[in-house]
């Protein structure tokens, strides 16, 4: 329960973390898994398991000679665990074996396009998207058993990705 409220609280919180200062924004928040990442799909060997994590990012807006128009630079580093059932899954089955479980690290950068629509003088509706890279990699996993530690590592993978992003600017500081 005292997990659950926690989340909860922090939902709340980062809806409203999100302070810009003229031509730049400084964010951070959860970060919710999608997609084959956060899947737990136990007979597939793409799931990823990664539960609920948090966000740090940086955005950089250069206005276009356009109205209400930006080039956005974005980077962000994303921080999942694994999911708690699959950890207990695991501890459960292989009860004698000490895990040390991987964590997920994921630092997309995009460069895109903002517009915001004024509602009121203090008050934007906008939306933005962009186009970029995204570097991830895992912490080492390690497994101790019978004073046998076996260590696994992994190297840094790099796709493209996308971001799309919406939502209220007020006082050209608050995002929601």
């Known amino acids: 329960m005292k997990k659950k409220l926690f989340t909860i609280v922090i939902l709340i919180m980062s809806t409203f973390v999100g302070l810009s200062a003229q031509n730049s924004q400084f964010h951070v928040g959860l970060g919710f898994p999608n997609g084959r990442f956060g899947d737990d799909d136990k007979s597939s060997s793409k799931s990823g398991y990664a539960a609920m994590g948090f966000n740090i ?15 956005v630079f974005t980077i962000d580093a994303f921080y999942n665990d ?26 997309p950068v995009t460069v895109g396009l903002n517009y915001f629509f004024p509602l009121t003088e203090t008050v934007k509706v906008y939306g933005e998207g ?7 990699w895992m912490t080492p996993e390690v497994l101790e058993y019978s004073s046998v530690e076996v260590k696994t590592t992994h190297t840094v993978a790099f796709g493209f990705t996308y971001g799309i992003e919406g939502g209220i600017l007020i006082q050209d500081k608050y995002t929601i």
């Open 130 to 136: 962009g186009l970029g890279a995204n570097f991830s």
């Open 57 to 71: 990012g940086y955005k950089y807006y250069k206005p276009l000679t356009a109205p209400n128009l930006s080039f």
């Open 82 to 107: 694994l999911q708690g059932d699959r950890k207990d899954y695991w501890e459960d089955k292989y009860s004698d074996v000490d895990f040390t479980f991987s964590k997920y690290i994921n630092a």
